[in-house]
């Protein structure tokens, strides 16, 4: 068990940590008035909805409602527990913490595996560098032109051929054996109890997570007859169809040309790094994936991919174009000569080949148009036909609509079938829906508006805390979210803002965080009068409730009138003489 960490020390931590520092390492932020703005990670969004306020320290998406601080965002986007986001950020801030008890069962944190992970990559590197078995990954880099510069910044590395030669020297670090296995550096042998290296013989890749963070490798082989390349597993931080090798080195570059070139092998990424192209990253599988897709929509809406032209590139091509499209990628494709990938024209025909090819390349919908499948009868339907079947599908989840529309006049034009024909086939093609992430609705607010607003002006003036306690009780707010709210407000005291701020983004009720971070983000201090404002909403709270007091009364009275007659009604409502104007008896 991790200690729990003191009011004091979480503090100190928060109060050295930039929020927008911790954002920006993960998603790309572009300044808006006083605030950041981005892409909502949480969910699927085209125009940027999450807020980032640096004042306030703290996020607040408009979409979905997902808010809080800096720790909350760890917790949720990286999905650590709050005792490893605390430590993340003190060790960013510099902030010591007690001393953590060692406990061995336990299951590794994503920081451990990070650990082992870096551990791994440097003792590849220097294999590589200086070892004399490491001189055949030497010499194969050199005869392809890979010099030191090269090792160094794609951390190039070279695993030896003994069987423990990194379980020996990782064991020799300290590190324990089960987490070496969770970060699947390490096997099982066919002896019950003994592991050995995962990657023997190999050339090293690592694998980066945007944030520039090893979490795991390919492995190629020299010898024939072993498969070309093993990679890692998945682990608690490595999930293949969720990264896009090389984003830590392409991320920045890929913002700044609105536009990203797709490969897919380790080489080819490379390659294009190497000849200029730095803003290129690599599926490392034959299609993208609908995560990746996702990924690379937080850095560009614009992408081009570079496949190999034989059948299996071009049915990669075709599952990639779909899910970019869905992803409301704007997309092209280009065609490398027949038997070449992109590491292969860039080594034998140079820059200026491949910069023929990105020129020549197509617009998708152009390039499906071209495309003939292998397997495809073309005899048995018309030819256009059977081009419109595989084009409409793409078309019907295109997320931006008004592109799809824009197409679909396109498609009409190429086909010579009529547009309303095209637009009929293409609904009853839709209704698959979106696969990922799946879209959440905008909360609704079902708060009482005078209450929500009460809190508004509370949160947004918190210097006047004590005029607000008198005039409200907690007790009058009718909703029990928002009178949470009231009643922790009213607790924090002279401490004031922070002490609010850190209770209810730590804390773990969701719909609080939610509704306060969205005040917060967006409160102005724009009010004429607030605590005539503030006056305003008690009175709305206080005829609400003196409404629903009165129906409820009448109600009674109507109950004693039926069961025991009018009399006794009238009895009851000489007692609660405002109510006679309003309630008629019968008979009377
Ligand atoms: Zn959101």
Request: glycine share 8%.
């Amino acid at each position: 068990m991790l200690p729990k960490f003191s009011e004091d020390i979480i503090r100190e931590v928060l109060a050295k940590t930039d929020i927008v520092d911790v954002i920006s390492a993960h998603l790309p932020l572009r300044s808006s008035g006083k605030n950041y703005l981005a892409l909502c990670p949480f969910h699927s969004e085209k125009t940027p909805s999450f807020t980032i306020s640096p004042e306030k320290q703290i996020y607040h998406c408009f979409g979905c409602g997902e808010g809080g601080n800096a720790l909350t965002f760890l917790m949720k986007y990286e999905k650590l527990a709050f005792s490893e986001a605390v430590r993340y950020l003190a060790e960013r801030a510099g902030v010591i913490l007690p001393q953590r008890r060692q406990d061995k069962s336990a299951s590794p944190s994503r920081f451990d595996l990070f650990e082992a992970n870096r551990v791994a990559c440097e003792f590849y590197q220097k294999e590589l560098r200086s070892s004399s078995e490491g001189e055949k990954a030497r010499r194969y880099l050199k005869s392809r032109g890979f010099g030191e510069e090269v090792w160094d910044r794609f951390m190039l590395g070279y695993a030896p051929s003994a069987w423990e030669a990194l379980l020996r020297h990782l064991r020799g670090k300290g590190q324990p054996l089960s987490l070496l296995e969770s970060a699947g550096l390490v096997i099982p042998g066919r002896r019950p109890g003994v592991f050995h290296d995962r990657f023997r013989d190999r050339l090293m890749l690592p694998i980066l997570d945007a944030q520039g963070r090893v979490i795991g490798f390919g492995g190629r082989a020299f010898a024939e007859g072993e498969s070309k390349y093993i990679n890692s597993p998945t682990t608690p931080i490595y999930n293949k169809g969720e990264t896009l090798y090389g984003l830590n080195l392409a991320g920045k570059r890929i913002r700044e040309k609105g536009r990203a070139f797709i490969v897919e092998g380790y080489f080819d990424l490379i390659s294009m790094h190497l000849f200029g192209w730095e803003n290129t990253v690599a599926s490392l599988g034959t299609s993208l994936t609908n995560g990746q897709a996702y990924l690379l929509r937080r850095y560009s809406e614009g992408a081009i991919l570079l496949f190999d032209s034989d059948p299996a590139g071009l049915k990669a091509s075709l599952r990639s174009i779909e899910v970019l499209l869905e992803q409301g990628i704007s997309l092209r494709v280009a065609k490398l000569p027949p038997g070449h990938d992109p590491d292969s024209l860039l080594q034998s025909e140079g820059r200026s080949a491949m910069e023929e090819v990105i020129q020549r390349s197509q617009d998708w919908l152009d390039f499906m148009w071209e495309l003939r499948l292998e397997e495809e009868r073309e005899e048995e339907l018309r030819e256009e036909v059977q081009k419109v079947r595989r084009v409409l599908p793409l078309l019907a989840s295109m997320r931006d609509r008004l592109a799809a529309g824009k197409y679909l006049s396109r498609l009409a034009e190429k086909s010579g079938l009529r547009e309303d024909l095209l637009q009929q086939e293409m609904k009853e093609t839709a209704g698959r829906g979106m696969r990922f992430p799946t879209f959440s609705a905008p909360p609704s607010s079902p708060y009482p508006p005078e209450e929500r607003q009460a809190l508004e002006i509370a949160l947004i003036y918190p210097e006047k805390r004590e005029r607000w306690a008198q005039l409200l009780d907690p007790a009058e707010v009718s909703d029990p979210d928002l009178r949470r709210a009231f009643v922790l407000y009213f607790q924090s005291g002279s401490q004031g803002e922070e002490v609010l701020r850190q209770a209810i983004c730590q804390g773990s009720d969701e719909k609080l965080r939610s509704l306060c971070t969205a005040i917060w983000a967006k409160g102005r201090r724009d009010l004429e009068n607030e605590e005539a404002a503030f006056r305003d909403c008690v009175g709305k709270m206080r005829e609400k409730k003196e409404r629903s007091w009165r129906r409820e009364l009448r109600r009674k009275i109507q109950e004693v009138e039926r069961a025991r007659g009018p009399q006794e009604a009238l009895r009851l409502l000489s007692e609660h003489p405002s109510l006679k104007s309003k309630h008629r008896v019968e008979g009377s």
